[in-house]
């Protein structure tokens, strides 16, 4: 019966944690695995360990922890007893752009030393395509002693969760399913049809890896192109936003929002990922993209230099307030912040303050706690995430806390015609100054 049916998933992150308390739900005794000890201890103690927004999902976990159905260990032993073991770990990309697979070898290899005959591995983690059978496969064959089809099954079925939308995304959206064969698919859409009601597509497992990648990437060109035309309509004078919305009165256009900077797991790297696997191809629109948006945050830096000379302050003088450190509005994860690029922009101002509702420290700067606090006697106030937090925001908070009131807007978040009327000097992203 499903309520016996004991799985596994290493790593319990953004991917993990949702995938493990949602499986834990519809019955499935779910062991999770994760080197970090401390996550460990804080699931075993019903203690949420993601930080941000996350609708439903804590109690949930808490709950499945609470009956029992939920537990968490450092050691891989729990693999030996389940009949699917998933992998949800970290798939970065170096220095060198490209992919950085240790983390997905040592769980494969930990995975292949204690699975049993039968088991059906799941790669939720979003890779490179022909990293299934040429790095996957090989690792768990090697370690396990046993034959990719005959001994073990394989399926690649890339997460599309996002920090904010984790428990709504997996049990809505549709999902690509990558299998070896027809009982590797049969099995894992047996699994995924009870976690999702989206729609489950059956594919090869390259086709898979492909389209994860290419999704993400599809959206990172997109948002590049939105900010190219954010950089434009700055020195032609115009507001990009409402470029932006003529352009949508048009049909099948869908012009994104030009902003601060791209951050995250996926967006920075996923790209990569795909130009790794097409480098035969020798892509060109793709790392183009890339440099547009890693440029972001030097933009962002520029405007701030701007602000500051119509300000008539020096940078060593200077107070900065940076506004939000992580990727994304009203969560935690600062993965590839764009402000962790910003800071390093700005390490010869005076005094470089940080504010963000959900974190500590971004690249070693400690985190303000109060707005007051990160608002009174500064310069510039920069924003580069729209948390709610900063919606009760006014004009007049500018001018009561802020020593010459500057703002640099990354999202769009104020109205430049309100500020300018208030006598803050003004900037942003996609905001021409007239």
């Known amino acids: 019966m499903v309520q016996q049916e004991k799985v596994a998933i290493v790593g319990l992150g953004y991917v993990g944690i949702p995938l493990a308390t949602v499986l834990a739900d519809k019955g499935y ?28 999902l804590p109690d949930m976990m808490v709950d499945a922890v609470e009956k029992g159905r939920l537990r968490a260990s450092t050691a891989f032993d729990g693999c030996g007893e389940a009949r699917t073991v998933f992998v949800c770990v970290d798939t970065p990309v170096g220095a060198d752009r490209k992919p950085d697979n240790e983390r997905l070898v040592s769980a494969a290899e930990h995975i292949g030393q204690n699975i049993v005959k039968g088991a059906l591995i799941i790669v939720e983690s979003t ?27 394989l399926a690649h079925c890339p997460e599309r969760v996002m920090p904010g939308r984790l428990l709504h995304n997996l049990t809505h959206y549709s999902r690509v399913i990558g299998a070896l ?11 995924y049809s009870k976690m999702t009601k989206g729609e489950l ?55 994104h929002l030009p902003g601060a900077g791209v951050g995250g797991h996926c967006l920075p790297k996923d790209p990569w990922l795909l130009v790794h696997g097409g480098c035969e191809a020798d892509p060109v629109l793709i790392p183009t993209a890339r440099e547009v948006n890693d440029g972001m ?10 602000t500051l000379t119509e300000l008539k302050v020096g940078r060593s003088d200077a ?20 402000t962790q690029s910003l800071l390093t922009h700005l390490e010869n101002v005076g005094e470089l303050r940080v504010h963000d509702p ?77």
């Open 297 to 306: 945050p030097s933009h962002m830096a520029d405007l701030v230099g701007d």
């Open 181 to 191: 064969d027809d009982e590797s698919a049969e099995r894992a859409v047996e699994i």
């Open 29 to 56: 005794d779910v062991h999770g695995i994760d080197v970090d000890a401390k996550r460990v201890a804080d699931v075993n103690d019903g203690v949420f360990p993601l930080k941000g927004v996350e609708p439903d």
């Open 358 to 434: 959900y974190l500590e420290d971004i690249g070693g700067v400690a985190v303000t706690r109060t707005l007051a606090d990160a608002l009174k006697g500064a310069d510039v106030a920069i924003f580069m995430v729209a948390h709610s937090d900063y919606d009760s925001i006014t004009p007049s908070t500018f001018k009561e806390l802020m020593r010459r009131p500057g703002v640099v807007d990354g999202r769009n978040i104020f109205s430049g015609e309100k500020m300018k009327d208030a006598g803050i000097v003004y900037r942003g992203v996609g905001k021409g100054v007239t």
């Open 319 to 338: 107070v900065v307030a940076v506004f939000g450190a992580s990727f994304l509005e009203n969560s935690g994860d600062a993965r590839n912040s764009p």
């Open 201 to 255: 597509h059956r594919t090869d497992l390259t086709t898979a890896e492909i389209v994860k990648t290419a999704e993400n990437t599809y959206r990172d060109v997109q948002i590049a192109f939105a900010n190219e035309v954010g950089l434009i309509c700055e020195k032609l004078g115009v507001d990009a936003f409402e470029v932006r919305r003529l352009v949508n009165t048009c049909p099948f256009r869908d012009m």
């Open 127 to 153: 890779i490179a395509p022909g990293t299934m059978l040429g790095v996957v496969a090989p690792a768990i064959e090697g370690a396990a002693g046993m034959r990719l089809g005959e001994d073990f099954k």
